[in-house]
């Protein structure tokens, strides 16, 4: 498909555990996000890639969060020790990112609940 | 950082009505996006606009920069305009979207 894609598209963990959530994105775009969204809320900033490099973490909560992108195409969001108030829709989005235009597309989700 | 205040929060239209929604923003921009959040959650592009004006069918969108602000117009609305309507805003060189809490709209049949 031409669009970002997220998997899985829902998650339900316990309290204390591991998840990984994975994000697809379009072809080509060199910079890609991850955001956290709460019901109610705006998508708020997690982590920014370009390329293989994280060029700005500064949203990620903790350090039970981490993320990588190790070829520059699909990345990878870790959470350690998963918490109550981790259950949110995670959502990620790329763009070409080319001089100033930054023109983001977004994928549709991942719905984790931790129990 | 930027702040990014939409209004109103809320509105409920019959269908056919047409309305405006708002985002203001603290600091001069260089990119500005309106995405539409569908009742399945799916964040669905809109409009690129950091200035001037576009239009794309029933919608079109104004952003005046110097006076911090951007509009979004729907026209004729249909019950599949429901969902939020959020606008993100990039300011200060940096490529992190500040988004605002969002317009929450509701087209009754």
């Known amino acids: 498909g031409a669009g970002v894609s997220q998997t899985p598209s829902n998650k339900v963990t316990e309290k204390g555990k591991y998840v990984e959530l994975r994000c697809d994105p379009i072809?080509?775009?060199?910079?890609l996000y991850w955001y956290r969204q709460s019901l109610g809320q705006g998508p708020e900033f997690l982590i920014y890639?370009?390329?293989?490099?994280?060029?700005?973490d500064s949203g990620l909560p903790n350090d039970r969060f981490f993320a990588v992108r190790p070829e520059g195409s699909v990345s990878t969001l870790k959470i350690q020790r998963t918490e109550r108030g981790d259950s949110a829709v995670y959502l990620c989005?790329?763009?070409?990112?080319?001089?100033?235009?930054?023109?983001?597309?977004f994928g549709p989700g991942t719905r984790l609940t931790v129990l | 950082g930027i702040q990014v205040e939409q209004s109103p929060p809320d509105l409920i239209l019959q269908e056919g009505a047409n309305s405006t929604l708002r985002c203001n923003f603290s600091?001069?921009?260089?990119?500005l996006q309106w995405f539409h959040q569908n009742p399945w959650g799916q964040l669905i592009n809109l409009f690129y606009?950091?200035?001037g004006t576009k239009q794309n069918g029933r919608l079109s969108a104004t952003t005046v920069a110097t006076e911090r602000y951007s509009l979004l117009y729907i026209s004729s609305s249909q019950t599949t305009d429901s969902g939020v309507y959020f606008c993100?805003?990039?300011?200060?060189?940096?490529?992190?979207?500040?988004f605002g809490r969002g317009t929450s709209l509701i087209v009754h049949p």
């Open positions: 606009i950091p200035s």
């Open positions: 600091d001069s921009v260089n990119n």
């Open positions: 072809s080509g775009h060199t910079a």
């Open positions: 890639f370009q390329g293989t490099g994280a060029a700005d």
């Open positions: 989005a790329s763009s070409s990112s080319k001089s100033s235009y930054n023109e983001q597309f």
């Open positions: 993100a805003v990039e300011s200060g060189g940096s490529y992190i979207p500040t």
